[in-house]
T-cell receptor, first 110, second 111 residues
Framework: NAGVTQTPKFQVLKTGQSMTLQCAQD?????MSWYRQDPGMGLRLIHY???????DQGEVPNGYNVSRSTTEDFPLRLLSAAPSQTSVYFC?????????FGQGTRLTVV | AQRVTQPEKLLSVFKGAPVELKCNYS??????LFWYVQYSRQRLQLLLR??SRESIKGFTADLNKGETSFHLKKPFAQEEDSAMYYC?????????????FGSGTQLTVLP
């Protein structure tokens, strides 16, 4: 059972470039979310989805887009990368109480 | 708005000493509280949740609604407990289920 799979693990972008972080889960969870992890700030919610076709903004949504066309996939798009988006990104899926996390994507924007 | 506060960014204790990681929350209603742990080079994973009232790896946490706290405790710390610990909160089942995290506490257990 793969759980939550994120790709890529590492990425370097130039300012202004766009890219998509991929997230897939094989546990048939309805609830999925994206967080960014920054030193001293913990995990902050970017976007989340309560099911296919339904997405909503979290605490820090600016500069990011998401879509949820299937239950399994929840990609995160950076529209025009900025140095402030340098962070570690985590995707999570959830059923009931427990959230399951991907291994993270370390993104650097130069 | 729901909020989780972890006042200690760093905490160091010696092996065998008791450890307490503090967590306070703000939520209008009856939240669910969790502790998540991230060991070096591993994924974030659930350590325990208040509704199950269990002890995991010797850790316990009691929800104190009067003080709006959910402190994590262990009577005798071990070196393998060194990790980043996050306190988290969500609304009760059936409500908005956003999981809100605190800023985390890096625990180091010294030999």
């Amino acid at each position: 059972n793969a759980g939550v799979t994120q790709t890529p693990k590492f990425q370097v972008l130039k300012t202004g470039q766009s890219m998509t972080l991929q997230c897939a889960q094989d546990m048939n969870h309805e609830y999925m979310s994206w967080y960014r992890q920054d030193p001293g700030m913990g995990l902050r919610l970017i976007h989340y989805s309560v099911g296919a076709g339904i997405t909503d903004q979290g605490e820090v949504p600016n500069g990011y887009n998401v879509s949820r066309s299937t239950t399994e996939d929840f990609p995160l798009r950076l529209l025009s990368a900025a140095p402030s988006q340098t962070s570690v990104y985590f995707c999570a899926s959830r059923t009931g109480a427990e959230a399951f996390f991907g291994q993270g994507t370390r993104l650097t924007v130069v | 708005a729901q909020r989780v506060t972890q006042p200690e960014k760093l905490l160091s204790v010696f092996k065998g000493a008791p450890v307490e990681l503090k967590c306070n929350y703000s939520y209008s209603g009856s939240p669910e509280l969790f502790w998540y742990v991230q060991y070096s080079r591993q994924r974030l994973q659930l350590l325990l949740r208040h509704i199950s009232r269990e002890s995991i790896k010797g850790f316990t946490a009691d929800l104190n609604k009067g003080e709006t706290s959910f402190h994590l405790k262990k009577p005798f710390a071990q070196e393998e407990d060194s990790a980043m610990y996050y306190c988290a909160l969500s609304g009760p089942s059936g409500s908005a289920r956003q999981l809100t995290f605190g800023s985390g506490t890096q625990l180091t257990v010294l030999p």
